[in-house]
């Protein structure tokens, strides 16, 4: 069940950043704090799905990201394009990074977060590791700035499973929260949104297989 929105006021819509379209796919930036599908309760009808719908009525949403992140998403143009692309997220085929500002410098440059996850349900929308009845969960990331004794990091990162707060989760697990984050963590005052941007989308096109790659630099 999705959780109620108290509050909500979203950016303003002045037009699409649109990357890239064509008659199969439509990729947009979508800004921080914006819902990527319609939230529950009245007054939260706006999202990036209505948005892009309301330019292209075939849209329809493949994935999602939270409403605090930023960057690449990518629509479907008819349910037989959109049955493809689910299908290639599905069987992991799509290729996604994130470039987020992360709490203190981790110690290696490079690794792996597996950590399985679960919803936390008497807290939702918080998500917990939980080794028992987790979905497994796998993050990479990589050190792109900072060195050791810093008090933040930007990181890349690249996540191999597709969980709810897999990346917000994994890094407040390893104890490197991503700034800004109000569910994880005691950095939300740190940054005035959260640091956490979809910067790189690489999929197979569903009508003639091309690889095609997409990039949107970071905001901050």
């Not at 008659?23 to 309760?41: E, H, W």
């Not at 990036?48 to 075939?58: I, K, N, T, Y």
Request: aromatic letters at 6%; a neutral charge.
């Amino acid at each position: 069940m999705q959780p109620i929105l108290t509050e909500y006021f979203p950016p303003p819509h002045t037009g699409l950043a649109i990357i890239y379209c064509d008659d199969a796919i439509i990729v947009v930036d979508k800004p921080s704090g914006l819902l990527s599908v319609p939230g529950r309760g009245p007054g939260k009808d706006d999202c990036m799905a209505s948005r892009v719908q309301g330019e292209f009525m075939d849209a329809l949403i493949v994935h999602r990201l939270d409403m605090s992140t930023s960057g690449l998403m990518l629509f479907a143009r008819g349910a037989e394009h959109h049955r493809a692309l689910s299908m290639d997220f599905a069987a992991r085929r799509v290729d996604k990074r994130y470039v987020a500002v992360v709490d203190g410098v981790p110690a290696e440059a490079a690794g792996e977060i597996n950590l399985p996850l679960i919803t936390d349900w008497p807290n939702r929308p918080r998500q917990m590791v939980d080794f028992e009845r987790g979905k497994p969960s796998l993050t990479r990331f990589e050190l792109i700035s900072g060195e050791a004794g810093d008090d933040h990091s930007r990181l890349l990162l690249e996540p191999v499973t597709g969980r709810s707060h897999q990346l917000r989760l994994h890094l407040w697990a390893i104890g490197h929260p991503i700034l800004g984050d109000d569910l994880y963590g005691n950095v939300a005052a740190r940054a005035p949104r959260l640091l956490l941007h979809a910067s790189r989308l690489a999929l197979r096109h569903p009508v003639d297989g091309r690889q095609l790659a997409f990039s949107s630099p970071a905001p901050f």
